[in-house]
């Protein structure tokens, strides 16, 4: 892909690197041939973003083009918005306190250039900094007031104005860079698109493993997609794809939401969506809605600190008591009498103000239903842990037991259960989801509608094999082609 840095005066930027083409913001804006180009990434080094001078239109043309701009329309307007440049300052708070406690005047600049500063010192603070505002040559501006730190401003680097004993290390750092982007592997053909996969091979209770990865690398690349697997600190970097699919566990107040958020806002199709993580991701929602959809699920309870004495008399015991945000087995736990209900609803609500209880239905297996883009694609029997109620045991010291696990080809799967699967996961969204559905007594309940559900290889696709990524991925390539044709996804 053609990397292209445009300034205002080609004579402020006379660095030599190699694969980068330099172009001045007139000729960028009113040239055919640049209009023309296809596939560009595109960096902004323009003295200012304000509205309606040279710079904010090159990101603005360069949006409509087609082209990859960083930065993007987003983060210019992120950047003059001082209600954002709070938020930034909350959110970093404790590494700005840190970081900058040995500066002894009241202000400071950073100069961040490509996500890094000289001092190595600065270099966490930087990227994150990079991370939430993607511009390749930023200022920040922090003041101090009764000895805490606070982020005031944030504003382009003009490219004269970079000091001639930065230069070697600005240099450097765009080779690295630029070098970096460049497509390592030489393709016949160039793709369509690119998508990025998030994925953290050290995370435990990752939704895939390594090898299923690589299946949805090979499926995509097999529909002419370039995908590329990315982490949590390439967040600046989403503006490059026109696709992200998150296979890292999923939550509210974590990076994986933060990049659905930002990559919805560039444009590019995401799955799982951030409204998804949202609504999966609360367990008082998906019981709010089940019941007001007439989605059969077990005997629920919403249970704030004026009906906790409602939950034996409604539900019985033993009952199963819920955080909000529990998962992966993790804040459930199952309660046999009032005592230890007690117990664990006093500490439950010192982490959150409502809670769920629901009857206990005992059961060999749950059901898992996954669904995509209102299809059902498989069905697994997740079996209990043996000598456990739940089909994960969380041992003392941290150590996880399993259940085994059968997958069937979905149209073999009792049709209620599809049936119930498709009903609930349609009042979430229409992206992936594993629903849990427990069969008993005739009837099938809805647990819940998983976001990011488990695919791994030799489990979820042990029946459709190859084909179940490649499924997947058609999804992504025909909601691109319908976004760049201009049409809304429903």
């Not at 960083?70 to 003059?80: C, E, F, N, V, Y």
């Not at 939550?251 to 560039?266: C, D, I």
């Not at 089940?290 to 939950?311: F, G, W």
């Amino acid at each position: 892909m053609p990397i292209l840095i445009v300034v205002n005066n080609v004579k402020e930027w006379p660095f030599q690197i190699p694969g980068v083409e330099v172009a001045d913001a007139w000729s960028y804006l009113t040239r055919p041939e640049y209009g023309a180009m296809r596939a560009v990434k595109l960096f902004n080094l323009c003295r200012s973003y304000r509205y309606q001078t040279a710079g904010y239109y090159v990101t603005l043309l360069a949006t409509a083009r087609g082209h990859k701009p960083l930065p993007g329309i987003t983060t210019i307007q992120d950047m003059k918005s001082q209600t954002m440049v709070r938020f930034v300052s909350d959110d970093l708070d404790d590494l700005i306190q840190q970081t900058l406690a040995p500066i002894h005047s009241d202000g400071f600049t950073l100069s961040v250039y490509f996500g890094r500063n000289l001092a190595k010192r600065y270099d966490r603070l930087s990227l994150h900094l990079f991370n939430l505002f993607q511009a390749p040559l930023l200022r920040a501006e922090f003041s101090r007031d009764c000895e805490h730190w606070q982020l005031k401003s944030l504003s382009p680097i003009p490219v004269g104005e970079i000091p001639e004993q930065h230069q070697p290390f600005v240099i450097h750092e765009a080779t690295e860079y630029f070098a970096g982007r460049r497509v390592s592997v030489r393709k016949r053909t160039p793709p369509k698109y690119d998508m990025a996969i998030l994925f953290n091979a050290n995370d435990e209770l990752s939704p895939s493993d390594k090898k299923a990865i690589d299946r949805f690398v090979k499926a995509a690349n097999g529909l002419g997609l370039g995908t590329e697997v990315i982490g949590r600190d390439d967040y600046a970097r989403l503006a490059e794809f026109d696709a992200l699919f998150i296979r890292e566990t999923t939550q509210v107040n974590h990076h994986t939401y933060r990049f659905a958020r930002r990559a919805a806002a560039e444009g590019l199709v995401v799955i799982d969506d951030a409204e998804s993580i949202l609504k999966c991701a609360n367990k008082v929602y998906m019981a709010e809605v089940m019941a007001r959809n007439k989605v059969q699920v077990p005997r629920t309870l919403i249970v704030h600190s004026d009906n906790v004495d409602e939950i034996g008399r409604t539900l019985g015991f033993p009952c199963v008591l819920k955080q909000p945000d529990a998962a992966f087995s993790q804040g459930v736990v199952k309660v046999e009498n009032e005592q230890e209900l007690a117990a664990h609803v006093e500490e439950f609500f010192e982490k959150s103000e409502l809670l769920i209880a629901q009857e206990f239905l005992p059961t060999l297996f749950d059901w898992r239903i996954g669904i995509c883009e209102g299809l059902p694609l498989y069905a697994c029997k997740y079996h209990m842990a043996s000598g456990h109620w739940q089909i994960v045991k969380n041992d003392h010291g941290g150590l996880r037991r399993y259940g085994k696990y059968e997958t069937i080809p979905v149209e073999i799967a009792p049709r209620q259960v599809v049936r119930a699967a498709l009903k609930a996961a349609e009042l979430i969204g229409n992206g992936l989801y594993g629903v849990d559905v427990k069969q008993t007594n005739g009837a099938c309940f809805v647990i819940e509608v998983n976001d990011n559900p488990n695919i791994d290889a030799g489990v979820e696709d042990k029946v459709l094999k190859g084909e179940l990524y490649r499924r997947i991925m058609e999804v992504f390539l025909r909601r691109i082609e319908r976004r760049k044709a201009g049409f809304e996804e429903s």
